[in-house]
């Protein structure tokens, strides 16, 4: 089965910074955007950031001003910088590629996010 593969992760203490990036293999093409979402124990998963393959960005209100997304769909990558952590993003952080027609997603395994305070 095709994944993604995400990598980044790991412990910060509050107000710090990471950088998690995602590689989509060569095999996947077509993608019409690529995601970071997070997801918390008992919690669904939600939308971080999204980029597209016209530049549109998008954010989640919650990390707008601290995280910024980055990546090219032609490349198979996309990147997040986190900075100015907070405890409450503490989570798994999953990449996500979607295909143009279809809508087809590509996830990757995850990546945990620690955050003390």
């Known amino acids: 089965q095709v994944t993604l593969v995400e990598s980044g992760g790991g412990f910060v203490q ?13 095999t996947i093409s077509g993608i019409n955007t690529l995601a970071w979402y997070r ?5 669904q998963r939600v939308l971080v950031a999204r980029i ?3 530049g549109s960005i998008d954010y989640a209100d919650s990390v707008k ?8 769909t032609t490349k198979n990558t996309v990147y ?3 900075n100015s952590l907070k405890p409450e993003d503490t989570a798994v952080y999953y990449c996500q590629a979607r295909l143009y027609g279809s809508g087809f997603m590509y996830w990757g395994q995850g990546t945990q996010v ?3 305070s």
Do not use: E, N, W, Y
């Not at 997801?39 to 919690?43: E, L, R, S």
């Not at 001003?65 to 090219?72: A, K, L, N, Q, V």
């Open 14 to 26: 509050a107000g710090g910074s990471l950088r998690l990036s995602c590689a989509a293999p060569s």
């Open 39 to 43: 997801q918390v124990p008992g919690k």
């Open 52 to 54: 597209s393959s016209l």
């Open 65 to 72: 001003g601290r995280f910024t997304i980055s990546g090219d």
């Open 80 to 82: 997040l910088q986190m």
């Open 114 to 116: 620690t955050v003390s």
